[in-house]
């Protein structure tokens, strides 16, 4: 039968405010981390990474934490802006060079 | 610095022909990695390439393979096309062990 698409969670804010999005990460091996955005007919675009001897990372704008004990990731976007509307993907190495394991993804809506 | 280039950006094969989609990396990247991406599966590793050696493979079917050369750039070819096949092929490049770039990817059609 036909595959049923992923209901990829959504995540709805009001431009200005601050977002937060989640990340699960699955093996403990891993010891590098990247957030990636990707908007509608383009290839995921590097946001920001994290290495497993941090808890926390800041650019601009943006805020990477990890919590290694539950195995959580998380990406905070301060003064949200309609350009941030996009889909925005975790993925962890695994513990390996080259092969990222990606989660399923959260979509994130500015509204204006 | 140019980015990840892939192309063709867009194709439409018929079931049973074969596919050859090309990957030119960062400029000094070494490493190669492809993704399929489709709504049912998200995006999922297919393999990587370093120094023209494939060093990590995913668990998709032999039908799937890649080289890359000697100026790393890549190609992967896809044969005996099924319509589970149609979905964004993405190619991102890395220098060593860091962020992966990632191309704008092929968007394969199997009709």
């Known amino acids: 039968g036909e595959s049923v698409g992923l209901h990829l969670p959504t995540l709805s804010v009001q431009e200005g405010d601050n977002s937060i999005i989640n990340c699960a990460y699955s093996n403990s091996a891993s010891d590098y981390f990247i957030w990636y955005k990707q908007e509608s007919g383009k290839g995921p675009q590097f946001i920001i990474d994290?290495?497993?001897?941090?808890d926390k990372r800041q650019g601009q704008r943006v805020t990477v934490l990890l919590n290694k004990t539950v195995k959580h990731l998380s990406l905070q976007i301060a003064a949200t802006q309609p350009g941030d509307s996009a889909v925005y993907f975790c993925?962890?190495?695994?513990?390996?060079?080259?092969?990222?394991?990606f989660g399923k993804g959260t979509k994130l809506s500015v509204k204006p | 610095k140019a980015g990840v280039t892939q192309t063709p950006r867009y194709l439409i094969k018929t079931r049973g022909q074969q596919v050859t989609l090309s990957c030119s990396p960062i400029?000094?990247?070494?490493?190669v990695s492809w993704y399929q991406q489709t709504p049912g599966q998200g995006l999922q590793f297919l393999f990587e390439y370093f120094s023209e050696t494939q060093r990590n493979k995913g668990n998709f079917p032999g039908r799937f393979s890649g080289r890359q050369f000697s100026n790393s750039r890549s190609e992967m070819n896809v044969s005996t096309l099924e319509l589970g096949d149609s979905a964004l092929y993405l190619c991102a490049s890395s220098f060593q062990n860091t962020e992966a770039f990632f191309g704008q990817g092929t968007r394969l059609t199997v009709v």
């Open positions: 994290i290495r497993s001897n941090m």
């Open positions: 993925a962890e190495n695994g513990g390996s060079q080259g092969n990222l394991i």
């Open positions: 400029s000094g990247h070494r490493s």
